[in-house]
């Protein structure tokens, strides 16, 4: 009898044995993106969100869909995911994931995807630019990770890498996840919304996965 399994209640370790997933360490950010300065528009910008971010966090629990609102829109829009190559969907449900050796079926649905639009509309595979998960901020940034990994082992059926982000509102984490046999992936160091220059620096990788939809 096959068992169905909600995304959103896996652990890592059951994401690691059920989708054979390796952790792997070392890699940089820098060493797969290039970050370019921002303008002083953009840092103007960003203290915005981070001041009104930290008004919001200072009056207790943010839920879910106000940082979706209120700081990821934002970001998003200051990084170049508003422009018209890139279509982005919420609440995007994946397509099930057989697992054979477990009898398992594993669904779910993405907070956030964003997806370069083909210039064929008869073109079936889609390239995923990034795809993000977020949480409320009494929860850590990284319990979203085994959604955010199950999720993006999905595209790799059409694609060799998948960017993925997961967030509290307070820290945001970047992971990569590769074709690979088995499938390794890259967690990269937290960026924190209380300190501008991680604020920043947050900015740079987002702006340089976007600028990835322009090969």
Same mark, same amino acid.
């Given at each position: 009898m096959t068992i169905a399994l909600d995304a959103s209640n896996l652990t890592l370790d059951?994401?690691?044995?059920?989708?054979?997933?390796?952790?792997?360490?070392?890699?940089?950010? +820098?060493?797969?993106?290039t970050l370019e300065e921002l303008t002083e528009s953009e840092r103007q910008k960003l203290t915005q969100i981070r001041e009104n971010f930290i008004t919001y966090y200072g009056e207790?629990?943010?839920?879910?869909?106000?940082?979706?609102?209120?700081? =990821?829109?934002?970001?998003?829009? =200051?990084?170049?995911?508003?422009?018209?190559?890139? &279509?982005?969907? =919420?609440?995007?449900?994946?397509?099930?994931?057989?697992?054979?050796?477990?009898? +398992?079926?594993i669904k779910g649905r993405m907070d956030i995807l964003a997806a370069k639009r083909?210039?064929?509309? &008869?073109?079936?595979?889609?390239?995923?630019?990034?795809?993000?998960?977020?949480k409320n901020s009494s929860l850590e940034a990284s319990e979203g990770l085994p959604q955010l990994l199950t999720y993006a082992f999905t595209g790799?059926?059409?694609?060799?890498?998948?960017?993925?982000? +997961?967030t509290n509102g307070l820290n945001y984490q970047f992971v990569r996840i590769e074709q690979g046999e088995p499938p390794p992936y890259t967690l990269f160091p937290t960026f924190n919304m209380l300190y501008p220059d991680q604020v920043e620096q947050?900015?740079?990788?987002?702006?340089?996965?976007?600028e990835e939809t322009r090969s």
């Open positions: 059951q994401v690691h044995r059920l989708l054979k997933l390796q952790l792997r360490v070392g890699q940089k950010l +820098t060493s797969l993106l207790g629990k943010i839920l879910e869909g106000q940082i979706q609102y209120l700081f =990821l829109s934002p970001l998003m829009w =200051l990084a170049g995911f508003h422009n018209p190559r890139i &279509r982005l969907d =919420l609440e995007v449900g994946i397509s099930s994931i057989e697992v054979e050796d477990e009898d +398992t079926l083909m210039r064929d509309q &008869r073109e079936m595979n889609v390239f995923w630019v990034l795809i993000v998960e977020a790799l059926e059409q694609q060799q890498a998948v960017w993925g982000l +997961t947050l900015l740079q990788v987002m702006k340089a996965i976007c």
